[in-house]
């Protein structure tokens, strides 16, 4: 028999940690002992669990302490990260730790260091003077790059509910699950606070957005919450762009006329000479300087000065001269514009949703909307836990946000 | 070979009964010439044709003619409708005619006779005297009574659009299936001209109400439309009307507070004391006459005299005392608000729309609301084909609605 | 300050029980002290938790152990429960506790007695001599019966995961929502070793059938899985029995032809000839005897005398004549059959699965199928937090079911 | 008053063909003459019509044929499409013709030339020799190339029922739109035989797959399929391959275990090492080589040698080196792979689906497969209005339709 003493602290009980842990080691044959425990007296004090966890052999101890990690628990006394570089470029070591989401630390020369940013479902790669350590895709991993290997000294906090740091937790006892018999009032109440608090903190928020904010009428509303200067940065597709230009040049949004519900005659084109019209212009941006886009989301980002990434996906038609094909690219600018999101809003979107959720730390308020429960559902099982999701159409929940926001926009 | 002149009326060809009736008369194995043909000169303008049509032997005759009299197609000349006793209470003769929704004559002594109400699947019965005739569901049969067999004597106009008679017809290239891709915003413009249209003939907007509604946050909307006179009847279930009152008594719908989202300490069990609050009161009325409850879809239904009727079903808790437990009765006391209805708005019920659509004439013009298209697919499916379908949630619908019936209430 | 100390005992950790409880205590303005706290050594053991609790005054006491006990958190020393006669017939007091669908226990004279047997959502009556507790509907209330009220006295003990008492529990770290993205076969296979082992020990295996049964092309397997025994129960409503009989009779479902897809001429009317049809026999069983129906679900259940409720619905036609009309009396027929049921099997019905989930103790292993997974989070989040659910249709679900359980059905 | 005559050819009455073009007549604010009708003796025989059409003057006129032009009217007697160089590469003229998935005839030099291959949403190139048209997506364009601009000269065949040009068409009466309602069994059937008979001319079956395909557990029986020779060539994404990889390696699918549900101690990270392994083999046909991976979708592939495009999307994670990562130089080797295909099978996959379908002509029998019937219906929507869908999960339905085709694979 191996033994080892492990330490677990946090939120350890109500993320249901501590049972996980317990579980692990008596899944992998060994036994413990509670030697110390102590409940937070109050939620916002973690609690403390010391543990002396005895198993077969070495191995198996190894195995068991590299799942452990992965619930925050750690060894005592710690021992530093193991680092090996990797055998070529775009390929890690074997034993590569995989990043999460959430809040880590990596052990060099004694010392934690965080992980930054959180970002999930990376290799781990500590700089040469061992200070500080980043999340890498493997395409992009360099030959020789020094990356963390194994679970020992590696330590991640478990955070404790959905929708990131909201500045309250409405949500502690409904599980996470999207469903439309919820009321979503008040959730859109929570985010319109949560936009507030991260404003006054030159906080960002983040907007995802898809094409059935156009097809549902909700263009306006959008375009007025950008002039409104509540959006920080946008991320989307072609789709979302090449609709929404359609609907300012013929008022229609896939052939469907959005006044009067009516499929405009030969509307099918539509898009495509929508398209056609930024490409002879030469980008969206000169589109709106020479007046050819008077109107909606793209004119208000543009006027207004808010960046966008336009990512490409194989369904593109054209596509506008703004879209970025190559989707390491895109996923790359997307990153970049990262640094400083509290609040990430992802409205009708299952690929730009899911896309973004693989970017950001579970520590960004996170709201997902879909008039399908399911989408919300792949996305927070895709690992972006921390999503608080609404089951509305985009223009309702559009036109709701904005009234909680203030604003007067027709819906 | 066996011979027959028969005709065919009314929008033949969009709503494609031309193709079908010479598809039928293809696979009997007959053949057909095309002897007259006149195609409406404008869309209201019905088309023409008159056909020759030649089958091998008299019962493949008759068993296409009896397939085509449900396209309307008549024979030339017309004969009278086959009449037959049934054989006992509660059974149809074998053959006997099922109804649909659509307008229907029944040719009885040389007459046209329509049915009256449009009812579907139920047995024709005829009126002693030849004079009428009315759809009775079987189990109301009577021994003896007179029931319309075969297809001799049947004609049944199709309807060319969803929707029902609407004053315009936005959705005339729409196919009829629900779609959150679809804008709703005119669709439910459209509703509220169709409502104010009918207020103006003296008409009545019946409404069908799942508990969605209260659990999405949109009682106090309904509770608006009530007030301000747009809901004539309204059908529903003991959820609607239990959930509303513990949303009244408690704040609660579910036990989830509608204020703020949370869970409420043991709210599992208020929708059950609300019951029993109820049922000692004896009835909502009386709930309502003694200030039990104060606000909410009951409150103003009561309050404003509108009736209503709550049909049992088996997943009932308490009941309320108000609720008709025997489902034959629960659907004849919904059969006998009918008269008169020209609009009606079915929100985020399956059961309760169906029941409903089951009893409406096609002529009624129809909305159906529900956060999952499958469910307005499933209506349609069953029959109730002029349905216009909006995918949106219960309460955003409603806000919307009121918003373009000028009613101003909290969403 | 008032003081109570109270225990907890079970699998309060991976429950969350504890966190729920500590979270109550905090809400309610009070403190506590953890006296002694045991957590299990392995899964299977219970951990033990004694507090000493502290509040403002007795009302918030009393209000606070009153929430508590819906944890299973009792005082010590216990007391007896408060009973009450009911004011009125079908009225419960006012403060009466309402039953759920876990072991339950109430404390009588000294001695804990369970609740007889487990149903959600009930009043708690107690008999005259003390000795036996059992759940009862409000409608069924006789004047005067003895309910128990408040919290004193109550105790519930929280069951841990879904499934209910499971042979094994693969499910245990998934959560309970229902997804497509999960893999369904072997939840299948562990249902089917349920089933076996429901069988060894005499147990009976309740099939709950919704009418996509039939449509999708299953009623020939469920009709062999009956006639291998598998089915010792089965709950459905008119829509199943008449488009199985339809089946049988005419080969369609819904007027679609199950063999080629196609849709029949007149097909529409076929379901209301098939009722007419069992009408003029009288019922289901004479149909069969008098070989009217010789084949599908209905057919093998009178073969094999297994029994059978058919609950009415508002949207019936007909009905069959073994249709129970009112919806009180069908709950009551359910309830009737439930007496050793160890595992509920539930496809493609929203309603009938609501309704008898309603019924169910949680112990009884439930399985919740349906190809729109928002029917399966509905039925979890009514209380019938056991199920399991898979996202399947019908057919596909019956004939991995009859395989893994060594059936031979075409499919 | 300006007057044209124009012919109608073809399904044009059970395609609505006629309906729709009346009614853009009378829209437009003109009349019509019915000159001369024949409507068709079978449902094979195409029908006739022409008409006389008379509208205020010349621009109206020009807009309304290039309308009809899209539902296949053509002006008599025809005139030469107008041909328009590009403004500059990427850029179509103003007034371009946009390419539908209908069988389309473009009319240069005074003979129709057919467009080839179909394919929807591009401009039309004509050959400098005007011998021959081709669909160009707007990035692709040259400056310079020839472009069909406005309506005349270009005639459009509708085609009359989803499927494509299946060898029977049981669908004609059923609504495109998928339900969960609506047998299955034999559209895999009909898919079985149209797939037979493909082979049968050496014609392909083209596969476009989603991940669901191994989280539901369908992997091996799609592998099987492969192995068999019933796939010609295969669309998927980073997802599909890398689960199937996953699973090959890890026996896990998104770290859930397949064999018994469970999910995997750290599981999560599978998916990326399985990504890794095959990013140092270099690529999934040296890691087949290398025998890293033995079994599943990707090695039965590789060692069949059926050909397979990887497209790239933003939610990718790593991604195997086989990934294409500019998505318009996927849709190019997708496009280079479509000639000869008869058959497309899309199994659980949204975008590749959509992207897939706006390849396709939509004489290509095309079966669309989701547990999710608005995913269907959103295709549909696209413009793959040929597409039937199926509502089942991936599993099921690839044992069906292995069943079908006399394989037998563990399901």
Not at 14 to 22: A, N, P
Not at 71 to 98: H, K, M, S, W
Not at 178 to 188: F, G, K, L, T, V
Not at 312 to 320: K, M, N, Q, V
Request: some cysteine; glycine content about 8%; charged content about 25%.
């Amino acid at each position: 028999m191996v033994h080892e003493e492990i330490e677990l602290k946090g939120h350890v009980i109500d993320s249901l940690t501590l049972s996980k842990v317990l579980d692990a080691i008596i899944q992998s044959g060994g036994t413990y002992e509670i030697r110390e425990f102590r409940i937070g007296k109050t939620r916002a004090e973690p609690s403390y669990a010391r543990l002396w966890v005895s198993v077969e052999d070495r191995a198996s101890l190894d195995r068991l302490l590299k799942e452990l990690g992965h619930y925050g628990a750690r060894e005592l006394p710690a021992r530093d990260a193991d680092l090996r570089p990797t055998p070529a470029a775009g390929v890690a070591p074997d034993d590569f730790a995989v990043s999460t989401n959430l809040p880590t630390e990596i052990r060099l020369k004694g010392r934690w260091v965080p992980l930054v940013p959180e970002e999930m479902d990376r290799a781990i790669v500590v700089s040469r003077d061992l200070g500080s350590a980043r999340p890498v895709p493997l395409y992009l991993l360099r030959k020789g790059d020094l990356v963390a290997c194994g679970r020992r000294g590696i330590r991640v906090a478990p955070l404790r509910q959905p929708g990131g740091e909201a500045p309250r937790d409405p949500f502690v006892f409904m599980s996470a699950s999207a469903s439309a018999e919820r009321p979503a009032r008040h959730a859109i109440r929570t985010l319109a606070d949560a936009m507030k608090a991260a404003r006054r903190r030159k906080g960002k928020s983040l907007f995802v957005a898809g094409p059935a904010i156009v097809h549902s009428g909700g263009s306006e509303i959008l375009a007025a919450l950008i002039r409104a200067g509540w959006v920080s940065v946008l991320f989307a597709g072609n789709a979302l762009a090449t609709h929404d230009i359609e609907n300012s040049l013929y008022g229609t949004s896939l052939g469907m006329c959005l006044a009067d519900g009516a499929r405009a005659p030969h509307g099918h084109a539509h898009h495509l000479r929508a398209i056609n019209a930024i490409r002879k212009a030469g980008s969206i941006a000169e589109a709106v300087k020479r007046r050819i886009v008077k109107s909606g989301i793209m004119h208000a980002l543009v006027t207004k000065r808010v960046p966008f990434v336009l990512a490409g996906s194989i369904r593109d038609d054209g596509p506008l001269p703004d879209v970025i094909a190559d989707v390491r690219l895109a996923q790359e600018a997307m990153r970049a514009h990262l640094a400083g999101v509290e609040v990430a809003v992802m409205v009708a979107t299952a690929l730009h949703a899911v896309a973004t959720g693989n970017l950001l730390s579970a520590r960004v308020y996170t709201v997902a909307v879909d008039i399908d429960a399911a989408r919300v559902t792949e996305l927070i099982d895709r690992g972006t836990a921390q999503a608080v999701g609404i089951v509305m159409d985009a223009a309702s929940f559009l036109a709701a946000l904005a009234r909680s926001l203030g604003i007067r926009a027709g819906s």
